[in-house]
């Protein structure tokens, strides 16, 4: 697996929508195949709406999609590359928006800025599924920091640091302004510390302008 570096040179948005299947996503399914792995998910959607996360059981999954539960471990490993694969969607349309959607999520905005939206945007993505973030996050620190939505991520904040901050090592800079959204942390600053997703930005926001300090940081507090 090669770093970020080797495809960060240029901008994000010019790699294509097939980026996240360059960056580590399952080849391209037979029809009948990729037919059967959206019913899965499906099932594994309409269990997670009556039961929560919780009620995710792989066994359970298998019956109301109507396969075996072998299929379904040799499919997604365990609940976490379950977990993952319903997230997968979701990962897909973050992309797309700050692939081509509008500012400052999409091109057209300075990079802090667009930094501070797409953080923003994770926080609230956290917000909405965390328990099931919570269950991906099960796998080891390996299969999480190799996936294919972190490092369409990682790759994405390196490329605007760098613009930022030209001078400066994009890649830790990026690393480091991912962290805080790891879901195991911030379950704690939510459901032990009391934290809002309000405060939890502000904080994100204070991070991005000591990391940007000396390129366009002052955007990063400018909406």
């Not at 973050?94 to 905005?109: H, K």
């Not at 760098?162 to 990026?174: G, H, N, S, T, V």
């Not at 991070?207 to 000396?214: E, I, K, P, S, V």
Request: aromatic share 4%; net charge negative.
């Amino acid at each position: 697996m090669s770093d970020t570096r080797d495809i960060g040179e240029g901008r994000i948005e010019e790699a294509g929508r097939g980026l996240l299947a360059v960056l580590g996503q399952p080849r391209p399914e037979r029809a009948d195949a990729a037919r059967n792995r959206r019913g899965i998910l499906e099932a594994a959607g309409r269990i997670m709406a009556e039961r929560g996360v919780a009620g995710l059981l792989m066994n359970d999954v298998a019956e109301a999609a109507g396969v075996g539960v072998g299929t379904l471990y040799r499919r997604f490993g365990d609940r976490a590359g379950l977990a993952y694969a319903l997230l997968d969607e979701q990962g897909r349309e973050m992309q797309a928006a700050f692939m081509y959607g509008p500012p400052p999520l999409g091109p057209g905005a300075p990079p802090a800025e667009r930094v501070r939206a797409f953080l923003h945007a994770q926080v609230d993505v956290l917000e909405e599924n965390l328990d099931l973030w919570l269950m991906a996050d099960t796998a080891s620190p390996t299969v999480r920091h190799r996936s294919g939505p972190h490092l369409v991520n990682l790759t994405h904040v390196s490329v605007l640091v760098r613009e930022a901050r030209p001078d400066a090592d994009a890649q830790y800079l990026a690393e480091a302004l991912l962290a805080p959204l790891a879901a195991d942390l911030y379950a704690h600053q939510r459901r032990e510390r009391g934290m809002s997703p309000e405060r939890i930005k502000s904080g994100l926001d204070e991070l991005l302008c000591c990391l940007t300090a000396g390129g366009d940081a002052s955007s990063a507090h400018g909406s």
